[in-house]
């Protein structure tokens, strides 16, 4: 049997056997070396000399890197969009971390402002003052201009106290306006060790609150 092989710039080893040229060689994409039959389509291997198996060889290696390349960029784009989706997921799951923790927290301060609100609005109320009385303050609480702030409009007077009871008729300073006829029943002790009397308690609190509304706000804007 007469075999001769050609040495080729393709890869692979191409030899002939009984008139046909056969090629052996791991084409791009391929795992494993495989022999094909070398043919020139439309004639099939007839005539086939090494000239015309080479060019054969060489269109089956075109082929083979071309099919290899798309398949190649198919995959490279396939990677591309699932690291894209994968980040683009990463950021809407934080994206929306952050909402809900927005949404939480401006609920919380809405509900702080209503339940500050309504103390105040509780404390006016018993005070006996009107709501744009509440507003801030520059004078000092023991200035005289807590007396007409904090003496009830028009309210009933009870009968003045008889001279012979002591309980009624004892009155002591109240160390925040000044006044010196309260009755020593309506005088509180505070934190600070002052004796104050009610509508000093009173404006106390509404500026205590003042003060937790103003910082709300504050932290709010």
């Known amino acids: 049997m007469h075999e001769q092989s050609r040495k080729v710039a393709l890869p692979g080893l191409m030899y002939e056997r009984a008139g046909q040229w056969w090629w052996q060689v791991r084409l791009p994409g391929e795992e494993t070396v495989k022999t ?45 969009v699932e690291q894209f989706k994968t980040r683009f997921l990463d950021k809407l799951g934080r994206l929306t971390e952050i909402v809900e923790s927005a949404t939480a927290k401006a609920q919380a301060e809405a509900h ?6 309504s103390r105040l609005n509780a404390i006016i109320a018993a005070a006996g003052l009107r709501l744009e009385d509440t507003g801030p303050r520059t004078a000092s609480p023991t200035s005289d201009a807590w007396d ?28 925040c306006c000044g006044r010196t006829s309260v009755p020593t029943a309506d005088l ?17 609190r509404i500026d205590g609150l003042q003060a937790e509304l103003d910082a709300l706000t504050k932290d709010l804007a």
């Open 36 to 80: 094909r039959l070398l043919e020139i389509p439309g004639v099939g291997t007839a005539g086939c000399d090494p000239e015309t198996a080479e060019r054969a060889a060489l269109a089956l290696w075109e082929q083979a890197v071309v099919r290899e390349g798309t398949r190649q960029f198919i995959l490279d784009c396939t990677r591309k």
């Open 112 to 117: 702080a402002r209503t339940e500050i609100e």
């Open 148 to 175: 007409s702030l904090t003496d009830p409009p028009a309210a009933p007077r009870s009968p003045a106290p008889a001279e012979n009871d002591p309980a009624q008729s004892e009155v002591r300073l109240c160390e």
């Open 188 to 204: 509180k002790q505070i934190d600070s060790g002052q004796w104050l009397c009610t509508d000093c308690l009173n404006v106390l």
